[in-house]
C-alpha cells in the first residue's frame, strides 16, 4: 500500500560466501536499472512509482548469480481509509446541529405569540428621556 516500507532481502549460500550485493529495478525485458547495494533494499515510503519488478545480483570471487524477479505492488489506499478518521465527528456534528435545530422548531411551533402570556403586554408603554429618574 502507498506509505508502507518494503524490504527485500538477498540471500545466498555460495561457496566462497558473496562479498557485493546489487539490487536493480527491470523496467523492460532488456532495460534495468542499478537502484542500490547491500544485501537488503529498502523503501520506506512507498509511493506508485515503486512498483516494479526488482532483483539482485550476487557476486563472489568466482563469478556472480542474478535472482529471479520480485514484483512489488503498491496500491492507493481505498478513500474511506484516508477520509474515514475526518468522516465520524463530521456525521456526528451534523446530527447535533440538526438535534437543535429541530428542538428550537418543536418549541416554537408549541408556544405561538397569541398563546403564551410572558408575550402578551398589558398596560401603558413608558419611554425614558435623557434626564428622566
Not at 70 to 93: C, E, T
Not at 102 to 127: F, I, Q
Amino acid at each position: 500500500m502507498e506509505g508502507a516500507s518494503v524490504t527485500l532481502t538477498c540471500n545466498s549460500d555460495a561457496n566462497p560466501p558473496v562479498h557485493n550485493y546489487t539490487w536493480y529495478k527491470k523496467y523492460s525485458r532488456t532495460e534495468s536499472s542499478l537502484i542500490g547495494s547491500g544485501q537488503k533494499y529498502s523503501i520506506s515510503h512507498a509511493r506508485l512509482v515503486h512498483r516494479g519488478r526488482y532483483y539482485c545480483k550476487a557476486e563472489n570471487k568466482v563469478g556472480a548469480t542474478a535472482s529471479t524477479t520480485l514484483p512489488v505492488h503498491v496500491h492507493k489506499p481505498p478513500l474511506w481509509g484516508s477520509i474515514g478518521p475526518l468522516l465520524a465527528p463530521i456525521l456526528i456534528l451534523m446530527a447535533g446541529t440538526v438535534a437543535v435545530c429541530l428542538s428550537v422548531c418543536w418549541r416554537n411551533t408549541e408556544t405561538t405569540p397569541a398563546e403564551d402570556d410572558s408575550m402578551t403586554h398589558s398596560g401603558k408603554v413608558g419611554y425614558v428621556t435623557e434626564g428622566a429618574v
